[in-house]
C-alpha cells in the first residue's frame, strides 16, 4: 500500500498566497504554491497533486487533516453527482472545479483510493513534513506572485502528469531534487 500525507497552507485565509504539499512514506514529496487563494483550496490541491503523482494498482492511502478536503474527496462526492453538484441544501458545491479534477483523477486510477483523517500538529512525523513544505511553497509563492511555484524532491522516480521546464536545485544526502516554475 501507498501511504500518502497532504497538508495545505494559507497565509492570509481567504485570499492570501497558498502552498500545498504530498509526503510519500517511503520517501518522495512534493510542494508547490500560487499567489491566491484558501485554506481550503491548498487543502484539495494537496491532495490533487498526491493523486496525480500516484498512479497504478496499488491501493493507495491518503492522509490529511482537513476534514473538509476529505470529505469533499470522498463522501460527498455521491450526493453532489446525484444533485447535479448541488449541497444537500441546495447550494452549489464550493471550489467544484478542482473537486471535479479530484475525482476524475480517482476514477481514473486503476487502484484504490482510501483517505484517513489525522489530527495535525501533534507529531504526527509525515503531516509535519506535508506542512513544512506547504508552508514554505506558500511563502515561495508570496515572495514571487507573478509564478506558480512547484518544488520536487524524491527519493525515486516521480512521473510527471505534463511536461514542465526543470531548473537543478539543493541535493539533500540520497535524493534528488529540482526546482520548478511553472508560469
Given at each position: 500500500?501507498?501511504?500518502?500525507?497532504?497538508?495545505?497552507?494559507?497565509?492570509?485565509?481567504?485570499?492570501?498566497?497558498?502552498?500545498?504539499?504530498?509526503?510519500?512514506?517511503?520517501?518522495?514529496?512534493?510542494?508547490?504554491?500560487?499567489?491566491?487563494?484558501?485554506?481550503?483550496?491548498?487543502?484539495?490541491?494537496?491532495?490533487?497533486?498526491?493523486?496525480?503523482?500516484?498512479?497504478?494498482?496499488e491501493p493507495?492511502?491518503?492522509?490529511?487533516?482537513?476534514?473538509?478536503?476529505?470529505?469533499?474527496?470522498?463522501?460527498?462526492?455521491?450526493?453532489?453527482?446525484?444533485?447535479?453538484?448541488?449541497?444537500?441544501?441546495?447550494?452549489?458545491?464550493?471550489?467544484?472545479?478542482?473537486?471535479?479534477?479530484?475525482?476524475?483523477?480517482?476514477?481514473?486510477?486503476?487502484?484504490?483510493?482510501?483517505?484517513?483523517?489525522?489530527?495535525?500538529?501533534?507529531?504526527?512525523?509525515?503531516?509535519?513534513?506535508?506542512?513544512?513544505?506547504?508552508?514554505?511553497?506558500?511563502?515561495?509563492?508570496?515572495?514571487?506572485?507573478?509564478?506558480?511555484?512547484?518544488?520536487?524532491?524524491?527519493a525515486e522516480?516521480?512521473?510527471?502528469?505534463?511536461?514542465?521546464?526543470?531548473?537543478?536545485?539543493?541535493?539533500?544526502?540520497?535524493?534528488?531534487?529540482?526546482?520548478?516554475?511553472?508560469?
Amino acid at each position: 500500500m501507498i501511504m500518502v500525507s497532504t497538508d495545505g497552507s494559507c497565509l492570509r485565509n481567504p485570499g492570501g498566497p497558498i502552498g500545498w504539499a504530498w509526503v510519500n512514506h517511503t520517501g518522495s514529496s512534493a510542494s508547490a504554491g500560487a499567489a491566491t487563494g484558501t485554506n481550503q483550496i491548498a487543502e484539495l490541491r494537496a491532495i490533487l497533486a498526491a493523486l496525480i503523482a500516484h498512479p497504478g494498482t496499488e491501493p493507495l492511502l491518503i492522509e490529511s487533516d482537513s476534514q473538509y478536503a476529505i470529505k469533499c474527496s470522498s463522501e460527498w462526492l455521491a450526493g453532489w453527482k446525484k444533485r447535479g453538484w448541488r449541497t444537500a441544501g441546495g447550494a452549489p458545491v464550493r471550489n467544484l472545479e478542482l473537486i471535479r479534477e479530484i475525482d476524475d483523477a480517482i476514477s481514473k486510477r486503476s487502484g484504490p483510493v482510501r483517505f484517513r483523517w489525522v489530527r495535525g500538529h501533534v507529531g504526527n512525523y509525515f503531516n509535519e513534513q506535508a506542512d513544512a513544505l506547504a508552508g514554505d511553497a506558500a511563502r515561495a509563492a508570496a515572495a514571487d506572485l507573478t509564478a506558480t511555484t512547484q518544488t520536487i524532491t524524491a527519493a525515486e522516480t516521480i512521473t510527471a502528469a505534463e511536461t514542465i521546464a526543470a531548473e537543478p536545485g539543493p541535493t539533500e544526502a540520497g535524493t534528488e531534487s529540482a526546482a520548478m516554475t511553472l508560469f
